[in-house]
């Protein structure tokens, strides 16, 4: 059977969400429980996220042995063997060529900034950039929206480089800043490339007009990445566009 996990974790806790050997990954806590439950099936996520970006709806994909068809029992034996800084929020049988990674249509990042400094207790989970230009900012989001080649938006991209922006939002909320980007896929660091140009459009190291030639490849800015922390993985969407 195959099966389709939702998940929600603590990216600071972990190297990114990919397995890796020596390294405390998110992944790696999945396939040690497995292992430990007899299912030795490939373990697929929607996608990586890197060291410290979090997710609340993230996704995978794995094929059960027929003794686990109850799902809710394997659900709730997953859940007490995860660490606190992972939660299962739900596993469902979906159809055998469900690929959580191929088959998604939409992906839902979210940054969040805070407009004062974090305190310590903040300061894994929101990101900080003091003085945002809220006018600057709302006009230069919109500059991402429509299909382009990134590669010079992106952290060390390689194959092809071409994505599409559905649509880009900026707003406050509270005392926070909230950053949406809705697209069907995203290069390694991308998004944080795209949150870095923000930034510094906003601080006046750059402008709007070095983001379109970065966008249409006229002229080449070295991207510089944000912080992980204020990054999130919201949603992973299968369907219709």
């Known amino acids: 059977m195959n099966a389709k996990l939702l998940f929600a974790y603590d990216g600071s806790r972990y190297f990114g969400s990919q397995s890796q050997k020596d390294k405390q990954a998110v992944a790696n806590e999945f396939l040690h429980i497995f292992a430990k439950l007899n299912i030795d099936s490939q373990f697929v996520l929607s996608g990586r996220t890197d060291r410290g970006v979090h997710a609340t709806r993230q996704v995978a994909n794995i094929s059960l ?59 894994s989970y929101v990101g900080y950039e003091p003085n945002i230009d809220e006018q600057l900012v709302a006009e230069a989001i919109k500059e991402f929206v429509g299909i382009y080649d990134f590669e010079y938006l992106a952290k060390k991209p390689d194959g092809k480089t071409v994505r599409q922006i559905y649509s880009t939002k900026f707003y406050e909320y509270g005392e926070f800043y909230l950053f949406k980007f809705v697209g069907r896929s995203f290069l390694r660091g991308q998004v944080r490339c795209m949150m870095q140009f923000l930034f510094d459009i906003s601080s006046g190291k750059k402008t709007i007009k070095q983001l379109r030639d970065s966008l249409t490849k006229k002229s080449k800015h070295p991207p510089r990445l944000s912080p992980p922390n204020g990054l999130y993985l919201m949603k992973v969407i299968y369907g219709t566009i």
């Open 65 to 123: 042995p027929p003794y686990w068809s109850d799902l809710d029992k394997l659900s709730q034996t997953i859940q007490t063997m995860l660490p606190p800084s992972i939660e299962l929020k739900d596993i469902s049988k979906v159809p055998d060529d469900f690929h959580s990674r191929y088959s998604a249509t939409k992906r839902v990042y979210r940054y969040i900034v805070k407009k004062t400094k974090p305190s310590v207790y903040e300061s």
